[in-house]
T-cell receptor, first 110, second 117 residues
Framework: DAKTTQPTSMDCAEGRAANLPCNHS???????VYWYRQIHSQGPQYIIH???NNETNEMASLIITEDRKSSTLILPHATLRDTAVYYC???????????FGGGTRVLVKP | GAVVSQHPSRVICKSGTSVKIECRSL??????MFWYRQFPKQSLMLMAT?????????EQGVEKDKFLINHASLTLSTLTVTSAHPEDSSFYIC?????????????FGSGTQLSVL
């Protein structure tokens, strides 16, 4: 059963910020929100994860709503190399598996 | 980040043969590794969880006798597709969690494209 809901696809302009939404209305208190991306014919790449607070790293920012029922991944300045499928996953840490949903197919256009 | 090496990246074999795929954690120890399968234009589907020194745990619908998993050390897990058939053609991906980080981040190999003729 999918625990997250994401748009199937979205386009964004090169150099602009890309905001990727994710709904996880049934998230449990001990589940984290993870984001991975998969560029064509490669293994998924870790982007960022968080529990309650907003997080930022060199790749992206993660904004989690106060009720934790949704989140947004922000790519601050999208480049053509950011074209990929982005997966939002909820997961309990401590040895637990990652269950992938359909993801969002992001196309960055010049 | 940590590196997970997967080999081979691509393999073509005849129907009925067996194919072994290796997954290595290069700079960390992984007590748990996960094997996924991905068909074209679909998401990753978890096949099994590989635990060092014990039997793998398979997801429902995955044949354990067809997809043999061995996790003999903290840095190596192998997946053997036995008696491969064309319907086994797929992209196989492994992932591993870094020991000591409570699997906080799972790192993925680059995948193996299996084509069975």
């Amino acid at each position: 059963d999918a625990k997250t809901t994401q748009p199937t696809s979205m386009d964004c302009a090169e150099g602009r910020a890309a905001n990727l939404p994710c709904n996880h209305s049934t998230i449990s208190g001990n589940e984290y929100v993870y984001w991975y991306r998969q560029i064509h014919s490669q293994g998924p790449q870790y982007i960022i994860h968080g529990l309650k607070n907003n997080e930022t790293n060199e790749m992206a920012s993660l904004i989690i709503t106060e009720d934790r029922k949704s989140s947004t991944l922000i790519l601050p300045h999208a480049t053509l190399r950011d074209t990929a499928v982005y997966y939002c996953i909820v997961r309990v840490i401590i040895g637990n598996k990652l269950t992938f949903g359909g993801g969002t197919r992001v196309l960055v256009k010049p | 980040g940590a590196v997970v090496s997967q080999h081979p990246s691509r393999v073509i074999c005849k129907s009925g043969t067996s194919v072994k795929i290796e997954c290595r954690s290069l700079d960390f120890q992984a007590t748990t590794m996960f094997w996924y399968r991905q068909f074209p234009k679909q998401s990753l589907m978890l096949m099994a969880t590989s635990n060092e020194g014990s039997k793998a745990t398979y997801e429902q619908g995955v044949e354990k006798d067809k997809f043999l998993i061995n996790h003999a050390s903290l840095t190596l897990s192998t997946l053997t597709v036995t008696s491969a058939h064309p319907e086994d053609s797929s992209f196989y991906i492994c992932s591993a969690g870094a020991e000591g980080t409570a699997n906080e981040k799972l790192f993925f190999g680059s995948g193996t494209q299996l084509s069975v003729l």
